[in-house]
C-alpha cells in the first residue's frame, strides 16, 4: 500500500486501486480531525427489529485503515444499541457533495457497554460539551409536552450511558459520478486479503 | 396547516408543530429546485436481500407534502430495485451540515417500472445530459479490468431502463442539536390523522 500522508489531498482520480483506498481511509482520518470535514458525519444504516431500514447520522470519532476500524458514540438509550445488539450488520455511508464521492462501507459492529473498558477510554478526553447530550433526561423518544421539557441527570450518569461502537469494515465501495469522470470500485477484505476491482457504476 | 409560502424560509426553531412540518417539507421542495440545497441528495436505506442494511445517496426529484410523496428516479439494473422489489420498506435520510438538520422519512416504496406511464412521465422533461448514466454498459456493478472501460448503449437503451420510485411517507423523524437548542418530533400518518408530538433527543 501506498505510505499514508495524512496531509496529501486525496487522489479520487487514480487508475491505481491501492492509491485509492489510501486516499478513502486518508479522507477518513480527516474527517476525525476537522470539524468542517465534508466525513466529519456519517450516515449509520441498519435493520430495525421490526426488519425496516433505519438510518442516522453520528459523528466520526476515530479509524484505522490498517486494521479496518470505523468507531462513533452513542446513548445506550438509543434505538441503535437495541438494533445493534440483535444483529451488528451495519452500513456506513459518507458522502462528500462538493467533490461528489460516495463511500459505502459495510461491516459489523461490535457494541462496548457503558462501563466497559473500551467505552471508559474513549470516554476519558471527552470535554464537558461533549457530555451533555448523555445528561439529557427523559430518555430518547419520549413523548414530552414541549420541545424544552428536557432535564439534565447528573454527571455522573454519562459514564453509565455512553458506550461506543466499533465497526469492523468488510466491504468498501467508493463511487464518483462527475461530469466526463464516472468510477466506482469495490475493496473486500472478507476473504483475508484485500480484493480490489472497478465495476461498473 | 400553515399555507406554504414556497420561498420563506423554514423555521426549524418554532415551538409549533404545523410551522415545523410546514418547514420540513418546504425545505424539501427546495431540495427539488436548488442544486446548492443540501436536500438536494438524499440517503435511501434499504433492506437487503441478504437481511443487510444498504444505503446510497439519489438525487431528490419531486415532492408533495399534501400526499406525503417523495421520489426519485433510478436504473432497472441497479441493486436497490431488486431490494426495493422485494420488500418497499425504505428510509430516507435528509441531513443539513449547516444547520445541523436531520430528517428522517420512513415509508413504503412503489417501483414504476421502465415504460409504465408514470416513468415515462417524469423521463419527459430530462434533458439529454441527465440520461447519460443510464445509458452505460456493462450493468452496474459488473467487474471491469480499467475504471474506463465502459460502453455507452443507444439512446433508445434509456427507456428501458428508467424507474420511478415513489415513496409515500409514513413517519417522519426530525432531530436539530444545536448548542442551547435540541428538538426532536416525530408525525405520522399512518393512523389516517396526522399525529404529532415533541419526543426526546
Redesign the interface.
Known amino acids: 500500500m501506498t505510505p499514508a500522508n495524512p496531509d496529501a489531498e486525496p487522489d479520487w482520480d487514480t487508475?491505481r486501486l491501492d492509491v485509492l483506498l489510501a486516499s478513502i481511509w486518508r479522507s477518513f482520518e480527516a474527517g476525525c480531525r476537522n470539524r468542517t470535514s465534508?466525513f466529519?458525519?456519517v450516515?449509520v444504516?441498519?435493520?430495525g427489529t421490526d426488519?425496516?431500514?433505519?438510518?442516522?447520522?453520528v459523528v466520526l470519532r476515530a479509524v484505522d485503515g490498517e486494521t479496518g476500524l470505523i468507531e462513533f458514540h452513542t446513548d445506550a438509550r438509543s434505538a441503535k444499541v437495541g438494533e445493534l445488539t440483535r444483529?451488528g450488520?451495519?452500513?456506513l455511508?459518507f458522502?462528500d457533495?462538493v467533490s461528489s464521492v460516495?463511500i459505502?462501507v459495510?461491516g459489523l459492529a461490535t457494541l462496548h457497554e457503558p462501563g466497559s473498558e473500551e467505552a471508559a477510554r474513549a470516554l476519558a478526553p471527552i470535554p464537558d460539551a461533549g457530555r451533555v447530550?448523555y445528561r439529557?433526561?427523559?430518555?430518547?423518544?419520549?413523548?414530552?409536552?414541549?420541545?424544552?421539557?428536557?432535564d439534565q441527570a447528573d454527571a455522573g450518569s454519562v459514564v453509565e450511558r455512553f458506550t461506543l461502537v466499533r465497526v469492523h469494515a468488510q466491504a468498501i465501495d467508493f463511487l464518483r459520478?462527475v461530469d466526463g469522470s464516472?468510477?466506482?470500485?469495490v475493496f473486500d477484505r472478507r476473504a483475508g486479503l484485500m480484493a480490489a476491482?472497478?465495476?461498473?457504476?
Open positions: 487508475d465534508a466529519r458525519n450516515v444504516a441498519t435493520t426488519g425496516r431500514p433505519n438510518a442516522r447520522i444483529s450488520a451495519v452500513e455511508l458522502w457533495p460516495q459505502r459495510s447530550k439529557t433526561d427523559p430518555a430518547p423518544g419520549t413523548v414530552i409536552a414541549a420541545p424544552d421539557m428536557l459520478l464516472q468510477r466506482r470500485a476491482a472497478w465495476i461498473s457504476p
